[in-house]
């Protein structure tokens, strides 16, 4: 069965920070990842995919990358902003849009 | 367009009573997807329909949670009776018709569901 786990389950930084969020998978054999931001009381964002073919996605001040044969993906955010507080999640798709999520990192960034 | 579309976004009710969560999809979308988020457990997937036809309800707890897509715009997820252990935070999403590799996924805003 497949398990996804992101460390560490909270983080603060202060702002302008570059930081980096680390998610990690059981099972290989998966067809994307995926991260998505969530904030308070609201629904999921998708941030990036990645296929399991590719190496990193970018966009804007975010990176993600992803090994899968090591099962690590870790999502690079630059230049930190107090906007970019959010609970972030990872999932990974094993095919048949099946998503096994993260517990998701709670990302605090103080002005 | 609008996004993902649920209601209510809150429920409030007694244990045992009937509870109904509504989705319309994002227009043109072929995958619809409910989840379910509490602290203990994170976001599992329930159930998800393909083109209305439910696909894969693997996810879903028990006999008291039932799921149905009587149109491309429309889905519901029923349960009855509702138990306390049913609180959650209940998601529906949507994705693009896609390939194998799957296609990102439209969230709704949630229904924070707690049941007394």
């Known amino acids: 069965k497949q398990e996804v786990t992101q460390i560490p389950a909270a983080l603060s930084v202060p702002e302008g920070e570059n930081l980096v969020l680390n998610c990690s998978f059981t099972?290989?054999?998966?067809?994307?990842l995926q991260w998505f931001r969530q904030d308070p009381g609201k629904g999921l964002t998708s941030l990036l995919l990645?296929?399991?073919?590719?190496r990193e996605q970018t966009s804007g001040r975010l990176n993600a990358s992803l090994d899968k044969s090591s099962g690590r993906s870790t999502l690079y955010i630059a230049a930190s902003q107090p906007g970019d507080s959010a609970t972030y999640l990872c999932?990974?798709?094993?095919?048949?849009?099946?998503?096994?999520f993260g517990q998701g990192t709670r990302l605090t960034i103080n002005p | 367009d609008a996004g993902v579309i649920q209601s209510p976004r809150h429920e409030v009710t007694e244990m045992g009573q009937e509870v109904t969560l509504r989705c319309k999809p994002i227009?043109?979308?072929?995958?619809l997807f409910w989840y379910r988020q509490t602290m203990m457990r994170g976001l599992e997937l329930l159930i998800y329909?393909?083109?209305?036809?439910?696909?894969?309800d693997s996810g879903m707890p028990e006999d008291r949670f039932s799921a149905k897509m009587p149109n491309a715009s429309f889905s519901t997820l029923k349960i009855q009776p509702s138990e306390p252990r049913d609180s959650a935070v209940y998601f529906c999403?949507?994705?693009?018709?896609?390939?194998?590799?799957?296609?990102?996924?439209?969230f709704g805003p949630g229904t924070r569901l707690l049941v007394l």
């Open positions: 999403a949507s994705s693009p018709r896609r390939g194998r590799g799957g296609e990102t996924q439209y």
């Open positions: 227009s043109g979308h072929d995958y």
């Open positions: 990645i296929q399991s073919s590719q």
């Open positions: 329909f393909n083109n209305n036809v439910p696909i894969d």
């Open positions: 099972d290989s054999a998966i067809y994307n």
């Open positions: 999932a990974v798709n094993q095919g048949a849009q099946k998503l096994v």
